[in-house]
């Protein structure tokens, strides 16, 4: 118990670092606290509806017939290899190999989860509704609000099955790296495990940990992606729904700029800014380039903030496909 205590009170101090107090460590405690609240309740929800309600069987089908095309498999081991070449790779940072190998990272994982998300939705929606499919399951006691609702989140656990994983081995091979980096610039070389204590070695753990809150983010633009990818799919085909989805992922991405050189250009130009922002997703909300380039742990309150916007936009996103989905023929 003591050395999880002295765990927590690291997590914290790194998380506010104004904090010279033993209050503020205690409010950033709570804050934490909360936090892997929030996470083990979502969860619970998420296989509430996947094992106890009528959408859940179409998410445990949806889910299933993701994991077992073969782009599952394919993103997982790409991305693995990948990682595995990223933290042996000499970058040439000036000793800030770990901060990009993290950033390149997190990059791997948003694209193979937005890619899985965006692939799934797809062929589990655009197709059954094109192959006829999707009419036979509406014959039974499932409306259209359930087939949506449970297609998002059977996308969403398949999300979860692939990033895990990846998490996984990208937090074992940051926790590697820093000895290996160590070792390649002659310095002294952080013992792996702190036998002494009887814990992992903190300057090992310390860049694990400020890389965890960031994956939460991540998570959260794939879950975005993908309810504007389920929205788009009850009207589009495959390859028009990638297309769309890629766009609207980059322009997404630029809208802050274009937010901020709207008072420079003309009318037309500060109107198309301004509906852009307005319309499309924040995805630089998410970023974690800031939090990964400051070697610092992203703060509970901004992840909360983070969760309540992605929460909201893809419930926006899910009742437009309502919306959508509502009067299409499916005969």
């Known amino acids: 118990m003591g050395n999880l205590t002295q765990l927590g009170l690291l997590v914290a101090q790194a998380a506010t670092p104004q904090a010279t107090a033993a209050a503020p460590v205690a409010d950033g405690s709570y804050q934490w606290g909360l936090v892997l609240g929030v996470t083990l309740a979502l969860l619970a929800g998420l296989l509430y509806v996947a094992y106890f309600t009528r959408t859940g069987i179409i998410a445990r089908s949806t889910t299933m017939e993701a994991t077992r095309q073969p782009l599952f498999l394919l993103l997982m081991n790409l991305a693995i290899v990948f990682m595995i070449?990223?933290?042996?790779?000499?970058?040439?940072?000036?000793?800030?190999d770990i901060k990009m190998f993290k950033d390149c990272g997190l990059s791997t994982i948003l694209i193979c989860g937005i890619l899985l998300a965006v692939w799934t939705a797809s062929t589990s929606i655009s197709q059954e509704i094109e192959g006829r499919t999707a009419m036979t399951l509406l014959s039974k006691p499932i409306n259209r609000r359930q087939f949506i609702v449970g297609k998002y989140f059977g996308i969403l656990q398949a999300v979860l099955l692939l990033l895990i994983p990846l998490i996984v081995v990208f937090c074992a091979l940051i926790y590697y790296k820093v000895g290996y980096d160590a070792r390649e610039v002659s310095k002294e070389v952080p013992e792996?495990?702190?036998l002494e204590n009887m814990r992992p070695n903190m300057d090992r753990l310390l860049p694990v940990l400020q890389a965890i809150p960031p994956m939460a983010l991540v998570?959260?633009?794939?879950?975005?992606?993908?309810?504007?990818?389920?929205?788009i799919?009850?009207?589009?085909?495959?390859?028009?729904?990638?297309?769309?989805?890629?766009?609207?992922?980059?322009?997404a991405h630029l809208a802050p700029v274009l937010v901020q050189q709207e008072g420079q250009g003309f009318e037309p130009v500060q109107?198309?800014?301004?509906?852009?922002?307005?319309?499309?997703?924040?995805?630089?909300f998410f970023n974690t380039q800031t939090a990964v380039s400051t070697d610092t742990i992203v703060a509970p309150a901004y992840l909360g903030t983070a969760l309540l916007y992605c929460t909201a936009y893809c419930t926006m996103a899910i009742l437009l496909a309502f919306i959508l989905f509502e009067d299409r023929d499916l005969a």
């Open 219 to 231: 998570f959260f633009e794939v879950a975005v992606l993908a309810a504007v990818s389920v929205s």
């Open 192 to 194: 792996f495990f702190d």
């Open 85 to 96: 070449i990223l933290a042996f790779l000499p970058q040439f940072t000036m000793g800030e």
């Open 233 to 251: 799919s009850t009207r589009v085909p495959l390859v028009v729904n990638i297309t769309g989805c890629f766009a609207i992922f980059v322009v």
């Open 271 to 284: 109107f198309v800014a301004k509906l852009i922002a307005i319309m499309l997703p924040g995805l630089e």
